[in-house]
Structures are given as structure tokens and as C-alpha cells.
Nanobody
Framework: QVRLVESGGGSVQAGGSLTLSCAAS?????MGWFRQAPGKEREGVAA????????YYADSVKGRFTISQDNAKKTLYLQMNSLKPEDTAMYYC??????????????????WGQGTQVTVSS
């Protein structure tokens, strides 16, 4: 059974930085971060293949966010720089025990964390 526990959310001013962490357990091949703001659709932010560490990013965060993993600690990270008010959302850590063709689509992930809130003020 896969278990995911996020941490690291909070409030920051525009232009600031935050790092999210996700402690994982269980067999995992793909992990990622999704976000959802009130009244908006869920969005795939970034994903990473646990095997070869190939990364995937939404256009909205490319160049600002970095996803990484520590396989020894089974921890996923999302370094978020140059944060904008539109980055405000609940951020979810996700995982799958199989390879994914479209890693930024939510349907591929059966395992979700409880979410951590990120609020960026202008």
C-alpha cells in the first residue's frame, strides 16, 4: 500500500520561494505534484519517473519549479521559486506503481496525499 504525506506549504509574498516535501512508502514508479485552486480545474504541475528521474513540467511553472526525489529517503520535493499569486492552490503529492504515458494527467495516479496549502500574496 502506498502512503504519501506532504509538508512544506505556507504563505509567501510574490517572488518568494517555498519547498514542498512528500514522504512516500510503498512501491512507486511515478510521482508528481498536482494543484487545485478554488473554482479551478486540477492541474498537473510536475512529475518524475522514479527509475530514470525523467521530469515533466506544466508550461505554467517551467523555469520556476523543480521536481526532484531522494530515492534513499523515498522523498519527493518541489522547489518553487519566483512564486506568483496565481500559484496559490492546494498542492497534492501523487504516485503510481506503473509507468505513465501522460504523467501530468491526474487519471494515471491512484495514490494521493492529503494536500498542503500554498498561498502567494501580491
Amino acid at each position: 500500500q502506498v502512503r504519501l504525506v506532504e509538508s512544506g506549504g505556507g504563505s509567501v509574498q510574490a517572488g518568494g520561494s517555498l519547498t514542498l516535501s512528500c514522504a512516500a512508502s510503498g512501491y512507486i514508479l511515478f510521482m508528481g505534484w498536482f494543484r487545485q485552486a478554488p473554482g479551478k480545474e486540477r492541474e498537473g504541475v510536475a512529475a518524475i519517473s522514479s527509475g530514470d528521474s525523467t521530469t515533466y513540467y506544466a508550461d505554467s511553472v517551467k523555469g520556476r519549479f523543480t521536481i526532484s526525489q531522494d530515492n534513499a529517503k523515498k522523498t519527493l520535493y518541489l522547489q518553487m521559486n519566483s512564486l506568483k499569486p496565481e500559484d496559490t492552490a492546494m498542492y497534492y503529492c501523487v504516485a503510481a506503481a506503473w509507468s505513465l504515458t501522460f504523467p501530468l494527467r491526474s487519471g494515471g495516479y491512484p495514490y494521493w496525499g492529503q494536500g498542503t496549502q500554498v498561498t502567494v500574496s501580491s
